[in-house]
């Protein structure tokens, strides 16, 4: 028998929160009260001063196994995921070979069993993710994929986007959708505006992802199927999703924490460390989304943990591929923008219940493959908590990632907050936070 008690702790629930300690034997969450008794031989872990909630579920993380081993293995981001708090990872399925058939998702899930997190998958929406016809939706779906995406790119044509979420619908699956249109955002590498002129780059506009954004709402109001909006950044992109919510569609959305964190002004050096696509946009777009982290109308933080190999990274802005990493730092700089008095119970619904929702990782889902996620501390449930502290001051350090590859943006940046202990699939991952 094996057991982990955490110690005083701010047990934070889906309304209210409570001191308590926190006790796991084999796997599950046996015991929530005010003083539990160390059984022995069990592990103590004092969280006083912390929060304890259930541990994070990224949406979006994209692992590069198979295909690009130098940049990311599952292992590696799973690692890298546990120092970041988080229990469960979707990886994306845009690997060499795209992960678009039943033998090369079986290969993600049985290595990412491996690892000490939940691996779930996203299979590609079309085949080869060439957004010319679709995937064995159906197939991939009996392995228990929830989550469907082409991301990288989104799936740009209309009529193929609208079979998609006609035949998702009956198989209880939500696609995902990386919104830009290619050919607005044809050949740019930053936000199309004042910036992208001076430094005379080609630019992606605002309109090329809340074009989509608008395109998909209606097929969405068409067909009925359930979609979710990738790394949403922009003000009207959540004008738009937001007013789709309140008019009952079946849709769910993400915002990644370098869009409200990092503004265009960062590729001013040229710096190809801060191209991501969708680009990172004017200081009015990051402002609004802090503001809409604040007031509660962000369903999910989610990574879109990018890594690359550094001869990659090292090519001139314009040739370098899009992405960073994220998995590391998500949470630290989901506190910072939850603002001077941030609210426990957001932190854990942007980061944790909302996201395990849209993946369908909960316990209600019962999974074969994964554990409850996103649920409440309470007895019985599947034991997959973070401790994070919200007093920790400390400073993001490249030589300290998990990660293969090091194309953070963050190096050497303040961060307040930071994940002490992560316990997934019942066991101590994390602690003190470093690896056990
Ligand atoms: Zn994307």
Request: with cysteine.
């Amino acid at each position: 028998m094996s057991s982990i008690l955490l110690r005083g702790g701010l047990v934070v629930g889906p309304q209210s929160s409570a001191v308590a300690d926190v006790l796991v034997v084999d796997g599950r969450i046996a015991q929530v009260a005010a003083q539990v008794a160390a059984p022995e031989g069990c592990d103590v872990i004092d969280a006083s001063g912390c929060w304890v909630g259930p541990g994070f579920v990224d949406l979006h993380t994209h692992l590069r196994e198979p295909g690009r081993e130098e940049a990311e293995t599952i292992e590696s981001g799973a690692l890298a995921g546990a120092i970041g708090g988080y229990t469960a990872l979707t990886a994306m399925p845009n690997t060499e070979p795209a992960l678009d058939n039943v033998a090369l998702v079986s290969y993600v899930l049985d290595r990412g069993a491996r690892t000490p997190l939940d691996v779930a998958v996203a299979g590609a929406i079309t085949q080869g993710r060439r957004g010319e016809s679709l995937a064995p939706l159906a197939e991939m779906a009996e392995l228990g994929v929830r989550l469907f995406s082409d991301d990288g790119t989104g799936v740009q044509d209309p009529s193929l986007m609208r079979r998609a979420l006609t035949y998702a619908r009956p198989l209880g699956v939500r696609l995902a959708q990386h919104c830009e249109d290619e050919l607005l955002a044809a050949g740019g590498s930053m936000n199309e505006g004042a910036v992208s002129g001076r430094l005379g780059l080609l630019g992606r506009p605002a309109l090329a992802e809340e074009l989509m954004v608008q395109r998909d709402i209606e097929l969405v109001a068409l067909t009925g199927g359930s979609l979710h909006f990738m790394h949403l950044s922009t003000s009207r992109s959540l004008d738009l999703v937001h007013d789709a919510q309140r008019g009952g569609l079946p849709v769910s959305f993400e915002v990644a924490p370098h869009h409200f964190t990092l503004d265009e002004t960062c590729c001013e050096q040229f710096d190809p460390i801060f191209k991501v696509h969708p680009p990172l946009r004017p200081r009015a777009d990051v402002d609004a989304l802090r503001e809409a982290l604040r007031n509660g109308t962000i369903d999910a933080v989610a990574t879109d943990h990018a890594p690359h190999a550094p001869e990659l990274k090292d090519l001139p802005f314009d040739e370098a591929p899009a992405g960073m990493l994220g998995l590391e730092y998500a949470a630290s700089l989901t506190f910072e923008a939850l603002g001077d008095a941030p609210s426990p119970q957001r932190f854990f619904s942007v980061l944790s219940r909302e996201p395990a929702r849209i993946a369908q990782l909960r316990h209600e889902d019962a999974r074969v493959r994964h554990g409850g996620h996103g649920g409440a501390v309470i007895e019985g449930e599947d034991a997959n908590l973070v401790v994070f502290d919200p007093e920790a001051n400390w400073t993001a350090r490249n030589e300290d990632l998990h990660s293969h590859a090091v194309n953070s943006p963050y190096d050497g940046r303040a961060l307040r907050g930071r994940v002490r202990t992560t316990i997934a699939k019942g066991v101590l991952v994390v602690s003190d936070g470093v690896l056990v």
